[in-house]
């Protein structure tokens, strides 16, 4: 079993940043891939920024292009994913969740939508006011 905890979101104004930390701990030796995703109110889960284990290939959604930089790294069989989002707008405001997959793939894409991911934390929650 794999446990997965987010923790750093909070609010802070537009044009803002924040750091995101995720920890996912126990049996991870098969973990291929870890990701953010976040829910707005009203709307669905969507994949905001996805990485290998390895740290060599990435997914940005278009909307965090160039504003948010995803990074894992490991440490005695603990992964250690974060977030950086800098720039922040209020359509960035919801709750983010961190996520660990199993899946395998071709060559270097990296699974960006939830039904890829088999482990998720609680979520932390990021308002952005303008």
Do not use: H
């Not at 989002?85 to 961190?98: H, I, R, V």
Request: charged letters at 15%.
């Amino acid at each position: 079993q794999v446990q997965v905890v987010e923790s750093g979101g909070g609010s802070v104004q537009a044009g803002g940043s924040l750091r995101l930390s995720c920890a996912a701990s126990g049996y991870t030796s098969n973990i291929k891939f870890m990701g953010w995703f976040r829910q707005a109110p009203g709307k669905g889960r969507e994949g905001v920024a996805t990485i290998s284990t390895g740290g060599g290939n990435t997914y940005y959604a278009d909307s965090v292009k160039d504003r948010f930089t995803i990074s894992i790294s490991r440490d005695n069989a603990k992964n250690t994913l974060s977030l950086q989002m800098n720039s922040l707008k209020p359509e960035d405001t919801g709750m983010y969740y961190c996520a660990a997959s199993t899946a395998t793939t071709s060559r270097s894409y990296v699974p960006r939508f939830e039904s890829s991911y088999k482990y998720w934390g609680q979520g932390t929650q990021v308002t952005v006011s303008s």
